[in-house]
Structures are given as structure tokens and as C-alpha cells.
């Protein structure tokens, strides 16, 4: 009678070893990858406006930090909506992502990409190098001090409406109409592969 033969288990998968064959410890974005369950790219759209300084630029490398684009609406020229007076026109446009990252780390990326333009919050919407608003990220909501999403004053806006309306005109539906949009100039686009012709 033969002796029945032990299935021995399969090894575990390791991680790639150093070149020294040590196993390689895992970084922290290893960790968070391997701990949760990988999250589904969604649509999602943020605004930018600057009238200080050499506004174009300003938009131009906002749009060359932020990640994921997919589109870029053409730009618009608006007068200053509330706020001190004598403030500058406001450039003026919304760019599409396709993003995995989470609203928060959106929110972080737009506080970089501020403080990269010398951002100054001197007075409540107040003259600015660079506004970056996260409008919407999926169908995702966020009610946070610091973070609302959708963003709660995106629908009664002309210079976010006519702008996202050249990305997605189905999401301004029934919200905008000529009042809402008048002001608004179209004043061309910004440079670069994924701007609206």
C-alpha cells in the first residue's frame, strides 16, 4: 500500500526582493493600496478663475498641475461677483477629470496649485491670483467646514455654468438660462491638447 502524498500549501506572495534578495518593506501607498479596496475613476470637475497678475498663465499652469484632465472648457472673461470694489475681470474655466482620487485629496491638490500662484486670502472673496473650486466628484457628497461638494453656490454662478456647460452641458439642464449667463464673454481658450476648440 503506497504511502498518500501531502499537499503541501503554496507560498504566500512576497514582494519583490532588493537586489540583495531582502524582502522590500512596503511603503506607506503600498499599505493603503493593499488595506482598501482600489476605488473606480469618476468624472469630475473643477473650476479656476484668477484676475490678479497674468491671469492666462495663472489658468495655464493650474490646468499643467492638476491630474487626470480630460477636457478643458474654453475660457470666459466675468465682472467680479461680489467682493471689495474695484477689482479686476475675472478669467474664468472649468476642467473635466478622470480621477481615482477622493474628494479630499482633490481638495489638497487645489490648495497646492493656489499656494504655488502666492494665493494671499486677504478678504473674503477678495482679488486672487488663482481660485481653484472643486465642483463635483462623481455623484460623491461632502458636507465638511472646509469642503461641500457639490459645491454649494456652483448652479447660481454664469461663470461656472457656461463654462462647464462646454463639457457636460447635460448637468446644467434647467439651471442655465440667459439671465444666469449674461456677463459671461467668451474670450477664447487656454493652450494645451485637451482644450475645447
Known amino acids: 500500500m503506497s504511502a498518500r502524498r501531502r499537499r503541501l500549501p503554496s507560498p504566500a506572495p ?18 493603503r493600496r493593499e488595506r482598501h479596496s482600489p476605488r ?8 479656476l478663475g ?6 492666462r498663465s495663472y489658468l495655464n499652469d ?8 480630460v477636457a478643458v472648457s474654453k475660457l470666459y472673461e466675468t465682472d467680479p461677483v461680489g467682493g471689495p470694489p474695484g477689482q479686476g475681470a475675472y478669467l474664468n474655466c472649468v476642467v473635466e477629470l478622470r480621477t481615482k482620487l477622493t474628494p479630499r485629496e482633490l481638495l ?23 481660485d481653484v473650486d472643486i465642483l463635483l466628484v462623481g455623484d460623491e457628497k461632502v458636507d465638511d467646514p472646509d469642503l461641500t461638494i457639490p459645491h454649494p453656490r456652483m448652479w447660481e454662478r454664469g461663470f461656472v455654468l457656461v463654462p462647464l456647460a462646454d ?4 448637468l446644467v439642464v ?15 481658450r487656454l493652450d494645451g491638447p485637451q482644450a475645447q476648440p
Open 50 to 55: 484668477s484676475n490678479l497678475g497674468d491671469r
Open 167 to 170: 463639457l457636460a452641458p447635460e
Open 62 to 69: 493650474a490646468v499643467q498641475g492638476l491630474p487626470d484632465v
Open 174 to 188: 434647467g439651471f442655465l438660462d440667459s439671465d444666469i449667463g449674461r456677463g459671461v464673454r467668451r474670450v477664447g
Open 40 to 47: 473606480d475613476a469618476v468624472r469630475a470637475f473643477v473650476s
Open 108 to 130: 489638497a491638490v487645489a490648495q497646492t496649485l493656489e499656494s504655488a500662484a502666492a494665493r494671499a486670502r486677504v478678504e473674503r472673496w477678495g482679488p486672487r491670483t488663482l
Open 14 to 31: 512576497s514582494r519583490p526582493a532588493t537586489p540583495d534578495g531582502a524582502p522590500r518593506p512596503p511603503t506607506s501607498a503600498q499599505d
